[in-house]
C-alpha cells in the first residue's frame, strides 16, 4: 500500500500560498529591525534611548513622562542657582523683610513660609538636596552589594551562610526605623549641607545593600551551575574573570528596575527623616521633608501653599523614576514587551472585505 504525502495545507487558515508570503515577510520584516538595531550607532544602543525607541503606545508614553520628569529634577537641581529667585534661607531683598506666611503673590509665586523663606527658591533648591543624597545612596549601595552578592554566591560555604544571615538581619528591621538609627549614630540627628546629605546617604546606604546583595546572589546562585561557566573552568579561566565577565553580565539584568525604584525610595526616606526632624538643618540646605514638617501648623490655619508645593515636588520626583524603571523593566522582559500591531494578511483582509 502506497502512502501519499499530504499536501501542506493552503487558504485561510494554512501556511500554504495564501499565508505563506505574508507569514515570510513578516518574518524578514523582524529580521530586518533586529539586525537595523544591532547595526545602529553606539548612542542609539544606550540604555534609555533604545529603550524609547522600542517603546510603542501607552508604554512609550509612560517613559516619555517619566524622561521628562527625571530630566527637569536633574536639570532644575544643576540650574537651580541661576533659575532660583532667591537663596534657600534668605528672608530679605534690597534691605525689606520677606512677608510671614505670605499668600503667593508677584514677589513671591508661591507664598512664603512661616519663618520668611520664599516657597518657590526651598521647593527649587530643594531638587540639589534630594538628587544629591539619592545619588550617593544607590550608587554606593548598587556597588556595594553588588560586590557582596557577586562574591557571596560564587564562593559559597561559611562566607555565604554569614553574609546571608547579616543581610537578613539588616532586611529584618523597618527601614525607616533603621534609616533614623543611622542618622542620629552619624550626624547626631541634624547636621550642615554636606555632612547632612553623606548622613542620609550612609543611612539609606544600609537599608539598599540587602536589596541588592539578595538579588545578585540569587542571580549568581543559578548561573554558576550552567554549561558555559563549567566551561570556563575547564578551559583554565581565572575566578575573577568568571565573576566579572560570565556572572556579572548575565546576573545585572534586573537592576535597572531595583536601581530606579531604590531612587525612589531613596527620596521617600530623605523626606521622612527630614519631616521627622532627623534631617538637614533649614539653614545649611533646602529639604522637602523638613518643609512638610513646617507646614503642617499652617494647614489647620488656612495657609495650603507651604504643604502643597513641597509635597507635589516630593510625588513628581517619586512618579518620574518610578515611571522609567517600570518602563525599562516591561521593555526588558520579552513577556511584558507591547509590539505594534501586525497589518493583517491579505486573505484575512479579502474575507474582511468580502464580508
Known sequence: MTISTPEPPTGPGGSGDAAGP????????????????????WYLRLPVI???????????????????????????????????PYGFAQTSADGAAFPTQGAPSAAHPLGTTVTGFDVLSRVLWGTRTAVAVMACAVVASLFLGVALGLVSGYVGGWLDRVLVMLADAIYAFPSLLLAIVMAIVISGGQSNAWGGILAA???????????????????????????????AKVVGTGHGRIMGTHLLRNATRTLPLIF????????????????????????????????????????????????????????LAVLGVTLVGESVNDLNDPRLRTRRARRPRPAAAARKAAS
Not at 202 to 209: A, H, P
Open 50 to 84: 533604545s529603550h524609547l525607541r522600542r517603546s510603542v503606545g501607552l508604554q512609550r508614553g509612560m517613559l516619555v513622562t517619566g524622561l521628562v520628569l527625571v530630566l527637569g529634577l536633574l536639570l532644575t537641581a544643576l540650574l537651580v542657582p541661576l533659575i532660583a
Open 260 to 315: 530606579t525604584l531604590n531612587s525612589s525610595e531613596a527620596i521617600l526616606t530623605l523626606a521622612a527623616l527630614g519631616f521627622l526632624g532627623f534631617g538637614i538643618e533649614p539653614t545649611s540646605a533646602a529639604e522637602w521633608g523638613y518643609d512638610l514638617n513646617r507646614a503642617m501648623s499652617d494647614a489647620t490655619s488656612g495657609i495650603w501653599w507651604t504643604g502643597l508645593f513641597p509635597g507635589l515636588a516630593i510625588v
Open 22 to 41: 505574508a507569514a515570510d515577510a513578516a518574518v524578514a520584516a523582524e529580521s530586518a529591525i533586529v539586525a537595523a538595531r544591532s547595526h545602529a550607532p
Open 201 to 231: 546617604a550612609l543611612s539609606i546606604t544600609v537599608v539598599f545593600v540587602p536589596q541588592y546583595f539578595r538579588v545578585i546572589r540569587a542571580e549568581v546562585v543559578r548561573l554558576k551551575a550552567e554549561p558555559f561557566v563549567e566551561a
